[in-house]
C-alpha cells in the first residue's frame, strides 16, 4: 500500500496478521466481562442506552490504561512501510452501535454523513477501522468517494473544538447537560453518490482511509450489538510538509492535533508544526 494514495482518495481493505490479532484480544475480554451475564453483542443490545452508555465507559477506560494494546499496529505499519517512529495517534476509539440505535432520540446527531476535518480533525488524519464483533454487509458504515475532490455545503463553520471538548468532547453521553449545546457537522444538501462503498467485516479484518472521505454510520439492523475499534493518525512528516487531500470545505475552528500523541513516546509534535499545519490547511 501507498500511502501517499489515501490523500487521493484510494481505499485499502485487508487482513491482521495473528500477530496483530493478539494485542486486540484484551478488548474482547473486557466485553465479555461488562456483558457477563450473557451474549455480549445481545446483551448490550437489550438493556437501556444509559445503561450501555455506562458499561462503554468502563471498557473504554480499561483500552485508554492498557498501554500493550497499541502493539497490534507495529505489524500493520510495517507492511504499510510507515516508520513507527513518526506516527502519532488519537486515543483508540471503542464504539458500539447496537441494534435499532437509528431509532433513539438523539441518535441522528451522531449518524449524520460528515467528513472528520469538519470536526476540526487534522486535514491529513488517516482513519482505521477495524471491526471488533461482525458487522455485516449495511450495517457498518458508508463512504461517498464522488465527494472526495468536490465540496459540499455544510455548517462547519459553527464548529469551535474547545467549545466541542466543554460540552462533553467526542463519545460524550447523550444525556450529558450540555449536549444540546453542541454542535454537529453535516452537509446543507442531499448526499448523491453513484457508487458509494459500504463498509463491513469481522474481527481480523481492517479497513484504512482518509478522513477526509465524506462518510458517515448506517442504520444498524443486524439484530445484535457491533463493535469496532476506531484508529485516528497523523504522519510527522506529512504534518510538516503540509502533505494530505486538499480542502475544499471544512471551516472548522480549532485542532484535535495537540490530542495526536507520538506512538512510542507519547508526546505531540511541536506547537509552532501544529499552528503551521491548522493555518496552512485553512479553507481560503
Known amino acids: 500500500m501507498d500511502i501517499l494514495s489515501l490523500y487521493e482518495g484510494k481505499t485499502y481493505q485487508g487482513?491482521?496478521?495473528?500477530?496483530?490479532?493478539?494485542?486486540?484480544?484484551?478488548?474482547?475480554?473486557?466485553?465479555?466481562?461488562?456483558?457477563?451475564?450473557?451474549?455480549?453483542?445481545?446483551?448490550?443490545?437489550?438493556?437501556?442506552?444509559?445503561?450501555?452508555?455506562?458499561?462503554?465507559?468502563?471498557?473504554?477506560?480499561?483500552?485508554?490504561?492498557?498501554?500493550?494494546?497499541?502493539?497490534?499496529?507495529?505489524?500493520?505499519?510495517?507492511?504499510?512501510?510507515?516508520?513507527?517512529?513518526?506516527?502519532?495517534?488519537?486515543?483508540?476509539?471503542?464504539?458500539?452501535?447496537?441494534?435499532?440505535?437509528?431509532?433513539?432520540?438523539?441518535?441522528?446527531?451522531?449518524?449524520?454523513?460528515?467528513?472528520?476535518?469538519?470536526?476540526?480533525?487534522?486535514?491529513?488524519?488517516?482513519?482505521?477501522?477495524?471491526?471488533?464483533?461482525?458487522?455485516?454487509?449495511g450495517s457498518g458504515f458508508s463512504l461517498y468517494p464522488s465527494y472526495f475532490g468536490k465540496p459540499i455545503q455544510n455548517n462547519s463553520s459553527l464548529f469551535e473544538y474547545e467549545h466541542w471538548k466543554k460540552t462533553g468532547g467526542f463519545q460524550t453521553s447523550m444525556t450529558h447537560p450540555r449536549i444540546s449545546e453542541k454542535v454537529f457537522p453535516k452537509p446543507s444538501l442531499e448526499v448523491k453518490d453513484p457508487n458509494p462503498l459500504s463498509v463491513y467485516g469481522d474481527f481480523g479484518d481492517y479497513f484504512i482511509f482518509a478522513s477526509h472521505h465524506l462518510h458517515g454510520t448506517n442504520d444498524n439492523t443486524q439484530g445484535c450489538s457491533r463493535f469496532s475499534l476506531e484508529v485516528r493518525l497523523v504522519i510527522g512528516e506529512h504534518t510538516k510538509g503540509h502533505i494530505g487531500p486538499k480542502n475544499v470545505d471544512n471551516q472548522s475552528q480549532g485542532t484535535t492535533l495537540y490530542e495526536m500523541k507520538h506512538l512510542m513516546s507519547g508526546g505531540i509534535l511541536a506547537t509552532e508544526i501544529i499552528q503551521s499545519y491548522v493555518k496552512g490547511s485553512a479553507l481560503l
Open 15 to 137: 487482513s491482521l496478521s495473528n500477530e496483530s490479532k493478539s494485542f486486540l484480544n484484551p478488548i474482547h475480554n473486557y466485553i465479555k466481562e461488562e456483558f457477563s451475564n450473557g451474549i455480549p453483542t445481545l446483551v448490550s443490545s437489550e438493556i437501556s442506552y444509559p445503561e450501555l452508555q455506562s458499561s462503554m465507559v468502563k471498557i473504554r477506560s480499561r483500552i485508554y490504561e492498557n498501554v500493550s494494546i497499541k502493539g497490534f499496529l507495529f505489524p500493520i505499519l510495517e507492511e504499510w512501510k510507515v516508520d513507527t517512529n513518526d506516527v502519532y495517534v488519537d486515543l483508540f476509539r471503542l464504539r458500539c452501535v447496537p441494534n435499532g440505535f437509528h431509532t433513539l432520540e438523539g441518535a441522528k446527531y451522531v449518524q449524520y454523513i460528515h467528513r472528520d476535518p469538519w470536526y476540526a480533525n487534522p486535514q491529513n488524519q488517516i482513519n482505521l477501522w477495524i471491526p471488533i464483533t461482525k458487522v455485516e454487509l
